[in-house]
Protein backbone atom coordinates (compact mmCIF):
# COMPACT_ATOMS: atom_id res chain seq x y z
CA UNK A 1 0.00 0.00 0.00
CA UNK A 2 1.61 3.63 -1.20
CA UNK A 3 1.20 6.05 2.04
CA UNK A 4 -0.20 9.62 1.65
CA UNK A 5 2.65 11.26 1.98
CA UNK A 6 4.14 9.72 -1.05
CA UNK A 7 1.09 10.68 -2.99
CA UNK A 8 1.33 13.92 -1.58
CA UNK A 9 4.64 14.13 -2.93
CA UNK A 10 4.20 12.92 -6.18
CA UNK A 11 1.08 15.30 -6.84
CA UNK A 12 2.95 18.16 -5.90
CA UNK A 13 5.99 17.76 -7.96
CA UNK A 14 3.26 16.54 -11.10
CA UNK A 15 1.63 20.07 -10.01
CA UNK A 16 4.72 22.02 -10.48
CA UNK A 17 6.11 20.80 -13.68
CA UNK A 18 2.48 21.97 -14.88
CA UNK A 19 3.05 24.92 -13.43
CA UNK A 20 6.64 25.66 -14.55
CA UNK A 21 5.79 24.71 -18.59
CA UNK A 22 2.29 26.74 -18.15
CA UNK A 23 4.05 29.69 -16.43
CA UNK A 24 6.83 29.91 -19.05
CA UNK A 25 4.97 28.60 -21.77
CA UNK A 26 1.60 30.61 -21.65
CA UNK A 27 2.17 33.68 -19.60
CA UNK A 28 5.97 34.10 -20.93
CA UNK A 29 7.53 34.69 -17.73
CA UNK A 30 11.89 34.70 -17.18
CA UNK A 31 12.11 31.06 -17.53
CA UNK A 32 15.38 31.61 -15.40
CA UNK A 33 13.20 33.08 -12.42
CA UNK A 34 10.30 30.51 -12.55
CA UNK A 35 12.63 27.57 -12.04
CA UNK A 36 13.90 29.59 -9.04
CA UNK A 37 11.06 30.48 -7.40
CA UNK A 38 8.85 27.11 -8.28
CA UNK A 39 11.73 25.35 -7.08
CA UNK A 40 11.65 26.88 -3.66
CA UNK A 41 7.80 26.83 -3.79
CA UNK A 42 7.88 22.95 -4.05
CA UNK A 43 10.92 22.74 -1.24
CA UNK A 44 8.50 24.80 1.20
CA UNK A 45 5.18 22.69 0.34
CA UNK A 46 7.13 18.95 0.50
CA UNK A 47 7.84 20.22 3.98
CA UNK A 48 11.86 20.78 3.50
CA UNK A 49 13.92 22.00 6.10
CA UNK A 50 13.98 25.70 5.79
CA UNK A 51 17.78 26.37 6.36
CA UNK A 52 18.30 23.55 3.24
CA UNK A 53 16.54 25.18 0.68
CA UNK A 54 18.67 27.34 -1.17
CA UNK A 55 21.55 24.91 -0.54
CA UNK A 56 19.94 22.20 -2.17
CA UNK A 57 19.00 24.50 -5.16
CA UNK A 58 22.50 25.97 -5.20
CA UNK A 59 23.72 22.60 -5.47
CA UNK A 60 22.11 21.23 -7.89
CA UNK A 61 22.66 24.46 -10.42
CA UNK A 62 26.59 24.12 -9.20
CA UNK A 63 26.45 20.74 -9.96
CA UNK A 64 24.89 21.29 -13.10
CA UNK A 65 27.08 24.49 -14.63
CA UNK A 66 30.18 22.68 -12.96
CA UNK A 67 30.37 20.65 -16.40
CA UNK A 68 28.00 22.19 -18.73
CA UNK A 69 29.69 25.51 -18.32
CA UNK A 70 32.66 24.20 -19.58
CA UNK A 71 31.50 22.76 -22.57
CA UNK A 72 29.16 24.77 -23.92
CA UNK A 73 31.80 27.54 -23.58
CA UNK A 74 34.83 25.35 -25.54
CA UNK A 75 32.36 23.71 -27.95
CA UNK A 76 31.26 27.08 -29.12
CA UNK A 77 34.67 28.35 -29.29
CA UNK A 78 34.90 25.43 -31.18
CA UNK A 79 32.09 25.56 -33.71
CA UNK A 80 33.17 29.12 -33.89
CA UNK A 81 36.70 28.63 -35.61
CA UNK A 82 34.70 26.09 -37.49
CA UNK A 83 32.56 28.63 -38.93
CA UNK A 84 35.22 31.35 -39.22
CA UNK A 85 37.34 29.09 -41.49
CA UNK A 86 35.32 27.74 -43.44
CA UNK A 87 35.03 24.16 -41.90
CA UNK A 88 31.65 24.02 -41.53
CA UNK A 89 30.48 24.68 -44.44
CA UNK A 90 33.07 22.23 -45.93
CA UNK A 91 31.91 19.15 -44.07
CA UNK A 92 27.97 20.73 -44.71
CA UNK A 93 29.02 20.23 -48.72
CA UNK A 94 30.33 17.05 -48.12
CA UNK A 95 27.29 15.63 -46.47
CA UNK A 96 25.35 17.44 -49.05
CA UNK A 97 26.84 16.04 -52.16
CA UNK A 98 27.29 12.50 -50.59
CA UNK A 99 23.71 12.03 -49.45
CA UNK A 100 21.66 14.78 -51.41
CA UNK A 101 19.40 17.62 -50.10
CA UNK A 102 16.81 15.60 -49.80
CA UNK A 103 18.19 13.07 -47.88
CA UNK A 104 20.85 15.10 -45.74
CA UNK A 105 18.60 14.44 -42.53
CA UNK A 106 19.95 10.82 -42.75
CA UNK A 107 23.25 11.95 -42.54
CA UNK A 108 22.75 14.02 -39.44
CA UNK A 109 21.02 11.19 -37.99
CA UNK A 110 24.37 9.03 -38.76
CA UNK A 111 27.32 11.76 -37.80
CA UNK A 112 24.98 12.02 -34.29
CA UNK A 113 25.41 7.99 -33.99
CA UNK A 114 28.96 8.30 -34.59
CA UNK A 115 29.96 11.24 -32.64
CA UNK A 116 27.75 10.43 -30.03
CA UNK A 117 28.95 6.85 -29.26
CA UNK A 118 32.45 8.11 -26.51
CA UNK A 119 30.66 11.50 -25.76
CA UNK A 120 28.14 12.89 -24.03
CA UNK A 121 24.81 14.09 -25.33
CA UNK A 122 26.12 17.78 -24.44
CA UNK A 123 29.55 17.64 -25.89
CA UNK A 124 28.04 15.96 -28.81
CA UNK A 125 26.31 18.43 -29.20
CA UNK A 126 28.04 21.34 -29.10
CA UNK A 127 30.39 19.64 -31.35
CA UNK A 128 27.80 19.44 -33.90
CA UNK A 129 25.51 22.10 -33.95
CA UNK A 130 27.26 24.64 -35.87
CA UNK A 131 26.96 21.76 -38.79
CA UNK A 132 23.30 21.43 -38.26
CA UNK A 133 23.41 25.38 -38.85
CA UNK A 134 25.17 25.29 -41.56
CA UNK A 135 23.37 22.35 -43.49
CA UNK A 136 20.17 24.51 -42.95
CA UNK A 137 21.50 27.77 -43.97
CA UNK A 138 22.82 26.14 -46.96
CA UNK A 139 20.13 23.37 -48.24
CA UNK A 140 17.22 26.13 -47.05
CA UNK A 141 15.83 23.78 -45.25
CA UNK A 142 14.47 23.44 -41.41
CA UNK A 143 16.56 23.29 -38.83
CA UNK A 144 14.08 20.51 -36.87
CA UNK A 145 14.30 18.84 -40.37
CA UNK A 146 18.21 18.82 -39.77
CA UNK A 147 19.12 18.95 -36.30
CA UNK A 148 16.20 16.78 -34.78
CA UNK A 149 18.00 13.14 -36.64
CA UNK A 150 21.42 14.58 -35.22
CA UNK A 151 19.86 14.90 -31.43
CA UNK A 152 18.07 12.07 -31.84
CA UNK A 153 21.53 9.68 -33.34
CA UNK A 154 23.42 11.72 -30.33
CA UNK A 155 20.20 10.68 -27.09
CA UNK A 156 20.46 7.15 -28.45
CA UNK A 157 23.85 6.27 -28.08
CA UNK A 158 24.08 8.22 -24.79
CA UNK A 159 21.25 6.40 -23.05
CA UNK A 160 21.48 2.97 -24.93
CA UNK A 161 24.69 1.81 -26.26
CA UNK A 162 28.08 1.56 -23.46
CA UNK A 163 30.42 2.19 -23.15
CA UNK A 164 28.78 5.52 -22.04
CA UNK A 165 29.22 5.89 -18.34
CA UNK A 166 25.91 5.38 -16.92
CA UNK A 167 24.88 2.48 -19.35
CA UNK A 168 28.58 0.91 -18.76
CA UNK A 169 27.59 1.17 -15.21
CA UNK A 170 24.13 -0.62 -15.56
CA UNK A 171 26.52 -3.28 -17.14
CA UNK A 172 27.95 -3.90 -13.78
CA UNK A 173 25.59 -3.80 -11.57
CA UNK A 174 23.14 -5.84 -13.58
CA UNK A 175 26.41 -8.17 -14.27
CA UNK A 176 25.99 -8.25 -17.82
CA UNK A 177 28.30 -9.39 -20.30
CA UNK A 178 30.00 -6.18 -21.96
CA UNK A 179 30.25 -7.01 -25.89
CA UNK A 180 26.75 -8.83 -25.91
CA UNK A 181 25.10 -5.63 -24.69
CA UNK A 182 26.77 -3.34 -27.37
CA UNK A 183 25.65 -5.57 -29.62
CA UNK A 184 21.57 -5.71 -28.53
CA UNK A 185 21.98 -1.92 -27.99
CA UNK A 186 22.67 -1.41 -31.95
CA UNK A 187 19.93 -3.48 -32.59
CA UNK A 188 17.45 -1.96 -30.84
CA UNK A 189 19.22 1.94 -31.36
CA UNK A 190 19.55 1.81 -35.26
CA UNK A 191 15.69 1.71 -35.86
CA UNK A 192 14.75 3.45 -32.62
CA UNK A 193 17.07 6.12 -34.31
CA UNK A 194 15.67 6.31 -37.67
CA UNK A 195 12.13 6.21 -36.17
CA UNK A 196 12.73 8.97 -33.80
CA UNK A 197 14.96 10.96 -36.00
CA UNK A 198 14.68 11.29 -39.88
CA UNK A 199 11.21 9.96 -39.71
CA UNK A 200 9.55 12.03 -37.20
CA UNK A 201 11.71 15.34 -37.94
CA UNK A 202 10.05 14.58 -41.60
CA UNK A 203 6.49 14.31 -39.93
CA UNK A 204 6.72 17.36 -37.71
CA UNK A 205 9.03 19.88 -39.58
CA UNK A 206 6.28 21.64 -41.78
CA UNK A 207 4.30 22.36 -38.80
CA UNK A 208 7.50 23.96 -36.67
CA UNK A 209 7.91 27.76 -37.46
CA UNK A 210 10.97 29.20 -36.15
CA UNK A 211 12.19 32.44 -35.93
CA UNK A 212 13.93 33.96 -38.66
CA UNK A 213 16.31 35.71 -36.43
CA UNK A 214 18.67 33.17 -34.04
CA UNK A 215 21.43 34.33 -32.21
CA UNK A 216 23.26 31.31 -31.69
CA UNK A 217 23.00 30.76 -35.34
CA UNK A 218 24.61 33.89 -36.55
CA UNK A 219 27.01 33.09 -33.58
CA UNK A 220 28.10 29.91 -36.26
CA UNK A 221 27.34 32.35 -39.63
CA UNK A 222 30.86 33.42 -41.60
CA UNK A 223 31.87 37.28 -42.16
CA UNK A 224 33.46 39.14 -43.89
CA UNK A 225 34.62 38.07 -47.75
CA UNK A 226 34.41 34.55 -49.08
CA UNK A 227 37.27 32.68 -49.02
CA UNK A 228 38.84 28.87 -50.17
CA UNK A 229 37.49 26.71 -48.03
CA UNK A 230 39.99 24.28 -45.39
CA UNK A 231 40.31 20.54 -46.78
CA UNK A 232 37.63 18.14 -45.72
CA UNK A 233 40.42 15.60 -44.12
CA UNK A 234 41.94 18.32 -41.62
CA UNK A 235 38.10 19.91 -40.86
CA UNK A 236 37.13 16.47 -39.92
CA UNK A 237 40.65 15.50 -38.03
CA UNK A 238 39.74 18.96 -35.88
CA UNK A 239 36.42 17.55 -35.04
CA UNK A 240 36.56 14.36 -34.47
CA UNK A 241 40.51 14.54 -32.40
CA UNK A 242 38.21 15.68 -29.18
CA UNK A 243 35.95 12.40 -30.05
CA UNK A 244 39.22 10.10 -30.55
CA UNK A 245 40.62 11.20 -26.92
CA UNK A 246 37.27 10.41 -24.66
CA UNK A 247 37.25 7.55 -27.00
CA UNK A 248 40.67 6.48 -25.73
CA UNK A 249 39.78 7.61 -21.95
CA UNK A 250 37.11 4.71 -21.86
CA UNK A 251 39.60 1.90 -23.23
CA UNK A 252 42.13 3.27 -20.38
CA UNK A 253 42.25 0.64 -17.75
CA UNK A 254 42.77 -2.12 -21.47
CA UNK A 255 45.23 0.31 -22.52
CA UNK A 256 47.50 0.41 -19.07
CA UNK A 257 47.52 -1.14 -15.88
CA UNK A 258 45.11 0.47 -13.50
CA UNK A 259 46.72 2.97 -11.36
CA UNK A 260 49.70 3.72 -13.10
CA UNK A 261 50.89 6.96 -14.55
CA UNK A 262 50.26 6.48 -17.72
CA UNK A 263 46.61 5.02 -17.04
CA UNK A 264 45.93 8.16 -15.10
CA UNK A 265 47.36 10.23 -18.12
CA UNK A 266 45.25 8.58 -20.80
CA UNK A 267 41.94 9.07 -17.82
CA UNK A 268 42.91 12.82 -18.01
CA UNK A 269 43.09 13.17 -21.33
CA UNK A 270 40.49 11.35 -22.02
CA UNK A 271 37.78 13.32 -19.84
CA UNK A 272 35.43 15.60 -21.75
CA UNK A 273 36.61 18.86 -20.39
CA UNK A 274 40.37 18.47 -21.26
CA UNK A 275 39.40 16.71 -24.40
CA UNK A 276 37.43 19.70 -25.74
CA UNK A 277 40.47 22.20 -24.08
CA UNK A 278 42.83 20.41 -26.84
CA UNK A 279 39.98 20.31 -29.44
CA UNK A 280 40.08 24.00 -29.05
CA UNK A 281 43.43 24.63 -28.92
CA UNK A 282 44.12 22.52 -32.10
CA UNK A 283 41.65 24.48 -33.87
CA UNK A 284 42.99 27.55 -33.52
CA UNK A 285 46.26 26.09 -35.23
CA UNK A 286 44.26 24.17 -38.03
CA UNK A 287 41.32 26.68 -38.90
CA UNK A 288 43.11 29.50 -37.21
CA UNK A 289 46.97 30.27 -37.67
CA UNK A 290 47.04 27.39 -40.74
CA UNK A 291 44.03 29.77 -42.06
CA UNK A 292 45.57 33.11 -41.65
CA UNK A 293 44.44 34.44 -39.09
CA UNK A 294 45.76 36.36 -36.71
CA UNK A 295 46.10 35.81 -32.70
CA UNK A 296 43.93 38.85 -32.31
CA UNK A 297 41.36 37.96 -34.65
CA UNK A 298 40.96 34.27 -32.87
CA UNK A 299 40.74 35.96 -29.73
CA UNK A 300 38.01 38.07 -30.71
CA UNK A 301 36.45 35.04 -32.55
CA UNK A 302 36.68 33.56 -28.62
CA UNK A 303 35.61 36.55 -26.62
CA UNK A 304 32.46 36.72 -29.50
CA UNK A 305 31.47 33.13 -29.11
CA UNK A 306 30.93 33.57 -25.07
CA UNK A 307 28.64 36.01 -24.90
CA UNK A 308 25.47 34.29 -26.41
CA UNK A 309 26.32 31.09 -23.88
CA UNK A 310 24.90 32.99 -20.35
CA UNK A 311 21.82 32.09 -20.95
CA UNK A 312 21.92 28.95 -21.67
CA UNK A 313 24.17 28.00 -18.93
CA UNK A 314 22.11 29.56 -16.40
CA UNK A 315 18.33 28.04 -17.54
CA UNK A 316 20.63 24.49 -17.79
CA UNK A 317 21.81 25.19 -14.24
CA UNK A 318 18.69 25.98 -12.92
CA UNK A 319 16.90 22.87 -14.13
CA UNK A 320 19.34 21.02 -12.46
CA UNK A 321 18.24 23.13 -9.27
CA UNK A 322 14.69 22.52 -9.73
CA UNK A 323 15.39 18.64 -10.41
CA UNK A 324 17.53 18.64 -7.20
CA UNK A 325 15.02 20.08 -5.19
CA UNK A 326 13.00 16.95 -6.36
CA UNK A 327 15.54 14.29 -5.16
CA UNK A 328 15.96 16.21 -1.77
CA UNK A 329 12.13 16.68 -1.49
CA UNK A 330 11.54 12.89 -1.19
CA UNK A 331 9.62 12.79 -4.60
CA UNK A 332 12.51 10.56 -5.52
CA UNK A 333 11.91 8.29 -3.28
CA UNK A 334 7.90 7.92 -3.40
CA UNK A 335 8.94 7.32 -6.76
CA UNK A 336 10.75 4.02 -5.95
CA UNK A 337 7.72 2.94 -3.77
CA UNK A 338 5.21 3.82 -6.43
CA UNK A 339 7.12 1.66 -8.79
CA UNK A 340 7.85 -1.18 -6.24
CA UNK A 341 4.32 -1.63 -5.67
CA UNK A 342 3.33 -1.71 -9.32
CA UNK A 343 2.97 -5.74 -10.15
CA UNK A 344 4.86 -5.97 -14.01
CA UNK A 345 7.41 -7.96 -15.60
CA UNK A 346 11.31 -6.70 -14.74
CA UNK A 347 11.79 -5.87 -18.32
CA UNK A 348 8.79 -3.32 -17.95
CA UNK A 349 9.82 -2.58 -13.98
CA UNK A 350 13.20 -1.49 -15.05
CA UNK A 351 11.96 1.00 -17.88
CA UNK A 352 8.97 2.02 -15.39
CA UNK A 353 11.07 2.97 -12.78
CA UNK A 354 13.92 4.59 -14.69
CA UNK A 355 10.74 6.81 -16.64
CA UNK A 356 9.68 7.54 -13.35
CA UNK A 357 12.90 9.13 -12.27
CA UNK A 358 13.43 10.78 -15.43
CA UNK A 359 10.58 12.38 -15.11
CA UNK A 360 11.13 13.77 -11.35
CA UNK A 361 15.12 14.14 -11.72
CA UNK A 362 15.19 15.69 -15.13
CA UNK A 363 18.43 13.64 -15.52
CA UNK A 364 19.06 10.03 -17.63
CA UNK A 365 22.27 9.38 -15.72
CA UNK A 366 20.49 9.22 -12.22
CA UNK A 367 17.66 7.71 -13.91
CA UNK A 368 19.61 4.84 -15.11
CA UNK A 369 22.07 4.35 -12.57
CA UNK A 370 19.31 4.49 -9.43
CA UNK A 371 16.58 2.56 -11.24
CA UNK A 372 19.24 -0.10 -12.12
CA UNK A 373 20.18 -0.50 -8.58
CA UNK A 374 17.25 -0.97 -7.55
CA UNK A 375 16.00 -3.52 -10.20
CA UNK A 376 19.67 -5.89 -9.58
CA UNK A 377 18.75 -7.26 -6.84
CA UNK A 378 15.09 -8.27 -7.86
CA UNK A 379 16.89 -9.79 -11.60
CA UNK A 380 18.75 -11.96 -9.77
CA UNK A 381 16.53 -14.00 -8.29
CA UNK A 382 14.40 -13.85 -11.59
CA UNK A 383 14.71 -16.79 -13.96
CA UNK A 384 14.41 -16.00 -17.87
CA UNK A 385 15.47 -12.38 -17.97
CA UNK A 386 18.91 -11.62 -20.28
CA UNK A 387 20.87 -9.02 -17.81
CA UNK A 388 22.07 -6.88 -21.60
CA UNK A 389 18.42 -6.45 -22.16
CA UNK A 390 17.75 -5.02 -18.62
CA UNK A 391 20.83 -2.96 -19.22
CA UNK A 392 18.68 -1.71 -22.60
CA UNK A 393 15.55 -1.25 -21.19
CA UNK A 394 16.46 0.79 -17.83
CA UNK A 395 18.36 3.25 -20.55
CA UNK A 396 15.22 3.46 -22.92
CA UNK A 397 13.39 4.36 -19.65
CA UNK A 398 16.04 6.85 -18.72
CA UNK A 399 15.78 9.29 -21.86
CA UNK A 400 11.71 9.60 -22.28
CA UNK A 401 10.23 13.24 -21.92
CA UNK A 402 12.80 15.35 -21.59
CA UNK A 403 10.85 18.45 -20.34
CA UNK A 404 12.01 22.01 -18.35
CA UNK A 405 13.85 20.47 -15.60
CA UNK A 406 16.57 18.78 -18.02
CA UNK A 407 19.18 20.69 -18.87
CA UNK A 408 19.35 19.02 -22.48
CA UNK A 409 15.86 20.48 -23.04
CA UNK A 410 17.17 24.33 -22.16
CA UNK A 411 20.37 23.45 -24.88
CA UNK A 412 17.96 22.45 -27.96
CA UNK A 413 15.36 25.04 -27.29
CA UNK A 414 18.06 27.85 -26.99
CA UNK A 415 20.00 26.91 -29.98
CA UNK A 416 17.06 26.03 -31.72
CA UNK A 417 15.75 29.55 -30.68
CA UNK A 418 12.05 27.93 -30.21
CA UNK A 419 9.97 28.34 -27.74
CA UNK A 420 8.72 25.84 -24.70
CA UNK A 421 5.94 24.52 -26.42
CA UNK A 422 7.82 23.91 -29.42
CA UNK A 423 10.20 22.38 -27.73
CA UNK A 424 7.72 19.79 -26.45
CA UNK A 425 6.56 19.06 -29.85
CA UNK A 426 9.66 18.22 -31.23
CA UNK A 427 12.84 17.30 -28.43
CA UNK A 428 10.66 16.03 -25.88
CA UNK A 429 8.55 13.78 -28.60
CA UNK A 430 11.82 12.63 -29.78
CA UNK A 431 12.81 11.43 -26.15
CA UNK A 432 9.79 9.68 -25.76
CA UNK A 433 9.77 8.43 -29.33
CA UNK A 434 13.42 6.37 -28.33
CA UNK A 435 12.58 5.56 -25.14
CA UNK A 436 8.79 3.73 -26.21
CA UNK A 437 10.54 2.36 -29.15
CA UNK A 438 13.09 0.92 -27.76
CA UNK A 439 11.37 -0.59 -25.03
CA UNK A 440 8.91 -2.29 -27.82
CA UNK A 441 12.22 -3.57 -29.89
CA UNK A 442 13.68 -4.95 -26.30
CA UNK A 443 10.77 -7.11 -25.42
CA UNK A 444 10.22 -8.22 -28.75
CA UNK A 445 14.34 -9.42 -28.40
CA UNK A 446 13.56 -10.91 -25.28
CA UNK A 447 10.77 -12.69 -26.33
CA UNK A 448 13.37 -14.31 -29.43
CA UNK A 449 16.52 -15.08 -26.87
Known amino acids: MIDQHSIFLLSSALVAVIGLIVLIAVFKLNAFITLFVTSLSLAVVTGMPVQSVIHSFEAGLGGILGHIAIVVALGTMLGKMMAESGGADRIAYTLIRLFGEKRVHWAMMVIGLVVGLPAFFEVGFVLLIPIAFTVARRTKTSLILVGLPMVAGLSVVFGLVPPHPAAALAVTIYKAEMGRTIFYALLVGLPTAVIAGPLYAKLIAPHIQLAEDNPMAAQFARHGAERRLPGFGITLFTILFPVVLMMT ?153 SHVNDGGFW ?21 TIISVTALGLTAALSMMT
Open 249 to 401: GSWADSLAAPGSVLNKAIHLIGNDDMALLVGVLLSFVTLGRMRGFSRETILQFSNESLAPTATITLLVGAGGGFGRILQDSGVSQAIVEVAMHSHVPLLLLAWLLAAMMRIATGSATVALTTAAGIVAPIALHTAGIRPELLVIATGAGSLIF
Open 411 to 431: LVKEYFHMTVAQTLKTWSVVE
